[in-house]
C-alpha cells in the first residue's frame, strides 16, 4: 500500500439532537423575523415595501445562517496524519485536528473493555464526528495534541481506513474480534 494514499469519508450530523434543536430555533427565528417585519409594515403604513424587502432580506439571512446547522464531518488520511475537518453547509471548512497515526496511543472500537481504556487515559479534548456513538463501526483514537494535551477521537471506520490506519501504526490498531 502506498504511504501517500489519500482516503477520505465524510459523515452527516444531521441527526444529533443538537443540530436538530438548532435548526428549529433557526426555522422559528426566520418565521418571527417576517412576522415582525409585517407587524412594522402594517403599524407604519409602509407594507407594499415591506412586501419586497422581506423576501429578499429573509433568502440573504437563511443564506448565511442554515450552513451552520447543516453540518457534515470528514476525516482524510493522507501521509500518515488523519486531519478531521467539519464543513458548514457544503461551503466551508472548518480543520479541527490533525493527526499523525504513528504518535497515535490506541486506536480501538468503541466496545467493551476499550470503552473503560478511553476513559482511563482522561483526555481533554474530545472530538466526536461520529452520526452516533451507539453504531458498531465507531473507534476511537487516543492521542496527543500539539499543545501536549490528551485528546480522543471518536469516527465511524471503514475498511479501508482500518488498512490505512493499520499500515501506518499497526502497534496501536485493535481490529474486532470477528473481523
Known amino acids: ?23 428549529a430555533l433557526l426555522l422559528a427565528g426566520y418565521v418571527l423575523y ?22 429578499l432580506t429573509t433568502w440573504i439571512l437563511v443564506w448565511f445562517t442554515w450552513r451552520y446547522v447543516t453540518v457534515e464531518y470528514e476525516y482524510s488520511l493522507t501521509g500518515g496524519v488523519m486531519t478531521v475537518s467539519k464543513i458548514f453547509g457544503g461551503r466551508t471548512r472548518k480543520r479541527i485536528a490533525d493527526i499523525a497515526v504513528k504518535d497515535a496511543s490506541l486506536i480501538a472500537p468503541f466496545e467493551g473493555n476499550h470503552i473503560a481504556q478511553a476513559e482511563r487515559y482522561a483526555p481533554e479534548r474530545t472530538v466526536d464526528i461520529t452520526a452516533d456513538l451507539q453504531r458498531p ?15 480522543i477521537l471518536y469516527f465511524e471506520a471503514t475498511e479501508k481506513a482500518l488498512r490505512i490506519l493499520n499500515y501506518c501504526n499497526r502497534a496501536t490498531v485493535v481490529k474486532r474480534l470477528e473481523e
Do not use: H, Q, W
Open 137 to 151: 463501526n465507531v473507534y476511537f483514537v487516543l492521542y496527543e495534541t500539539a499543545e501536549k494535551r490528551r485528546g
Open 34 to 55: 417576517v412576522a415582525v417585519l409585517f407587524v412594522i409594515g402594517f403599524a407604519t403604513s409602509i407594507l407594499a415595501p415591506m412586501l419586497a424587502i422581506v423576501p
Open 1 to 23: 500500500m502506498d504511504y501517500t494514499a489519500t482516503y477520505e469519508y465524510v459523515i452527516s450530523a444531521k441527526k444529533k439532537p443538537a443540530f436538530r434543536i438548532a435548526r
